[in-house]
């Protein structure tokens, strides 16, 4: 029997589709770093608000729980190596260095879309929340993980998100 959560989901396609997006990977980066943000969680309200779905705190706070420890123990430490092996010691040839960064963010980026499969079969959107159109959704469900998190949420950062997610659910009505 095929495990469902070896599959891309449509979850997965939709993060491609607006982490490719002008102006969304620096935003992403800003609100990992400064407000502790996991993208992944961050996209999965999205996706949800795409849907119409508008997802409570309460929410927000059992699905960010059932990927941490996979984020903690899996996701973070390769995007650590990662990190380091951007300037790895002078003594280490930059070629082989850059090479094995390289095969690093694979395993990094295979992680994260392992990290939204399980999200995507664990919690099926339909059973998330109230039924809302997508803009008021996207701004809810982004406040909502903001107020899990307790931290204000870079407003530009946001804001380029939001302006990517409005381009999709335009495209798609």
């Given at each position: 029997?095929?495990?469902?959560?070896d599959?891309?989901?449509?979850?997965?396609?939709?993060?491609?589709?607006?982490?490719?997006?002008?102006?969304?990977?620096?935003?992403?980066?800003?609100?990992?770093e400064?407000?502790?943000?996991?993208?992944?969680?961050?996209?999965?309200?999205?996706y949800?608000?795409?849907?119409?779905?508008?997802?409570?705190v309460a929410?927000?706070?059992?699905?960010?729980?059932?990927?941490?420890?996979?984020?903690?123990?899996?996701?973070?430490?390769?995007?650590?190596?990662r990190?380091?092996?951007?300037?790895?010691?002078?003594?280490?040839?930059?070629?082989?260095?850059?090479s094995?960064?390289n095969r690093v963010?694979a395993?990094?980026?295979?992680?994260?879309?392992?990290?939204?499969?399980?999200?995507?079969?664990?919690?099926?959107?339909?059973?998330?929340?109230?039924?809302?159109?997508?803009?008021?959704?996207?701004?809810?469900?982004?406040?909502?993980?903001?107020?899990?998190l307790?931290?204000?949420?870079?407003?530009?950062?946001?804001?380029?998100?939001?302006?990517?997610?409005?381009?999709?659910?335009?495209k798609?009505?």
């Amino acid at each position: 029997m095929t495990d469902k959560r070896d599959h891309k989901s449509p979850f997965w396609a939709f993060s491609l589709d607006l982490y490719g997006r002008a102006g969304v990977p620096p935003a992403c980066l800003t609100l990992q770093e400064i407000s502790g943000v996991d993208v992944n969680i961050l996209l999965f309200a999205l996706y949800a608000a795409r849907a119409g779905r508008v997802i409570s705190v309460a929410e927000v706070a059992v699905i960010a729980a059932a990927v941490e420890d996979w984020k903690r123990c899996v996701v973070v430490p390769l995007r650590n190596v990662r990190t380091c092996l951007k300037s790895p010691p002078a003594s280490f040839a930059s070629e082989a260095a850059q090479s094995l960064r390289n095969r690093v963010k694979a395993l990094e980026l295979e992680s994260e879309r392992l990290q939204q499969e399980a999200l995507y079969a664990q919690f099926p959107v339909s059973s998330l929340g109230a039924a809302e159109t997508p803009g008021p959704a996207s701004r809810a469900n982004i406040a909502a993980y903001e107020g899990l998190l307790g931290a204000l949420f870079d407003k530009p950062a946001v804001a380029a998100i939001l302006s990517a997610f409005d381009q999709i659910t335009e495209k798609q009505s």
